[in-house]
T-cell receptor
Framework: DADVTQTPRNRITKTGKRIMLECSQTKGHDRMYWYRQDPGLGLRLIYYSFDVKDINKGEISDGYSVSRQAQAKFSLSLESAIPNQTALYFC???????????????FGPGTRLTVL | GDSVTQMEGPVTLSEEAFLTINCTYTATGYPSLFWYVQYPGEGLQLLLKATKADDKGSNKGFEATYRKETTSFHLEKGSVQVSDSAVYFCALSNFGNEKLTFGTGTRLTIIP
């Protein structure tokens, strides 16, 4: 079984609709992240959470919200989807990096979202 | 802020050719450096990493050396295979920042 799972894997929706993307992990990690990937732009961080009570905005949080329901679950919502939110969305997890600065992240398979 | 600049793609090579994908970074302090690979239809997975200057990360025939004097972490492989076709991302993580900063990715295609 995959350690980081995302649902749905593909979604097509219309402008103005509310959409929720879900992420679950079995790695036991405290830290979870949401990224979007666009051609030529790499991955950009939307939100991240270091534990259940800690939520932080990333570099492109406008138009998105998140919920950390449990250590293992981190959901991303688009309250009113717009076409420029069409992208590939990835969830990732990591463990505490301690003093080394090392922050290896483990990624889910991605959700391809199309907003018409 | 921290940033990563990597070689523009796409890159197309013949099987058994030598590969170099350039990566340079800007960061304060002493970041950790990573190469991630994304195979078609999949999420990113860690390919190799280095945590301090002059460290060499290696995996699956790929290598990259952390060069602080040139702020670089170039990815190399001596003889590529068709199965190496993927998108490669250079990234850094800085202590105290606790987040990964990615380059834009380089798409590599290997032809038989």
């Amino acid at each position: 079984d995959a350690d980081v799972t995302q649902t749905p894997r593909n979604r097509i929706t219309k402008t103005g609709k509310r959409i929720m993307l879900e992420c679950s992990q079995t790695k036991g990690h405290d830290r979870m992240y949401w990224y979007r990937q666009d051609p030529g732009l790499g991955l950009r961080l939307i939100y991240y959470s270091f534990d259940v009570k800690d939520i932080n905005k990333g570099e492109i949080s406008d138009g998105y919200s998140v919920s950390r329901q449990a250590q293992a679950k981190f959901s991303l919502s688009l309250e009113s989807a717009i076409p420029n939110q069409t992208a590939l969305y990835f969830c990732a997890t990591s463990d505490f990096s301690g003093t080394s600065g090392l922050n290896e992240q483990f990624f889910g398979p991605g959700t391809r979202l199309t907003v018409l | 802020g921290d940033s990563v600049t990597q070689m523009e793609g796409p890159v197309t090579l013949s099987e058994e050719a030598f590969l170099t994908i350039n990566c340079t970074y800007t960061a304060t302090g002493y970041p950790s450096l990573f190469w991630y690979v994304q195979y078609p239809g999949e999420g990113l997975q860690l390919l190799l990493k280095a945590t301090k200057a002059d460290d060499k990360g290696s995996n699956k025939g790929f290598e990259a050396t952390y060069r602080k004097e040139t702020t670089s972490f170039h990815l190399e492989k001596g003889s590529v295979q068709v199965s190496d076709s993927a998108v490669y991302f250079c990234a850094l993580s800085n202590f105290g920042n606790e987040k990964l900063t990615f380059g834009t990715g380089t798409r590599l295609t290997i032809i038989p």
